[in-house]
């Protein structure tokens, strides 16, 4: 064999190392440059500076246009079965509290049961009053008896009827509570 040929691939190789090695020191050169080139402009930019700390209130205010909603409506509407509506106490949109009064209706046959109740309770009222008087006049009567010296069976009905009077008046009582 020549030793020239034996040579030749040594050389190659020798090139394509040296080619290689080249071009990662290029390649590495160049990213060296821009990495050092970004430093700079980044160091330009940010320059430092100090400033003294003074305590205060931060108001942090912004203003939307737009439209605000209510998130609770409700619509009430009047019932034709409990008369005709007399009058309105609120205006459409207004805010109302808990409780607050709307409207009233007019109603002639609840009208008709409240003035009915009305004269039930006078009348009530006038029964206790006589029964009271009633009870009175019994008592006196038995108080005159015993005075008098009279007997048990003198005494005895007269305290059998203020006894169911007296009942009387407590179921008197009672309705004039209800009414």
Do not use: C
């Not at 020239?4 to 990662?24: C, D, E, F, M, S």
């Not at 006038?126 to 009567?141: E, T, V």
């Not at 069976?153 to 059998?160: G, I, N, S």
Request: avoid cysteine; charge should be positive; glycine fraction near 8%.
């Amino acid at each position: 064999m020549l030793p020239n040929t034996v040579r030749t691939p040594n050389k190659k190789k020798k090139w394509i190392i040296i080619g290689v090695i080249a071009l990662i020191v290029v390649v590495a050169a160049v990213n060296i440059f821009i990495m050092q080139g970004k430093k700079k402009g980044a160091t330009q930019g940010d320059a430092v500076s100090f400033e003294k700390v003074t305590e205060r209130t931060l108001n942090n205010t912004k203003l939307i246009s737009g439209q605000v909603k209510p998130g609770n409506i409700e619509s009430f509407y009047a019932d034709p079965t409990k008369g005709k509506v007399k009058d309105i106490a609120v205006k459409e949109g207004q805010e109302v509290e808990k409780g607050a009064k709307l409207f009233s209706y007019d109603n002639e046959e609840i009208n008709l049961q409240m003035k009915q109740a009305e004269l039930d309770q006078k009348m009530a009222s006038m029964r206790y009053d006589q029964g009271k008087k009633k009870i009175d006049s019994l008592k006196n009567q038995i108080k005159k008896a015993k005075d008098s010296g009279a007997g048990k069976e003198v005494t005895d009905p007269l305290e059998e009827q203020v006894s169911e009077l007296e009942i009387g008046q407590k179921t008197i009582d009672l309705e004039k509570e209800k009414g």
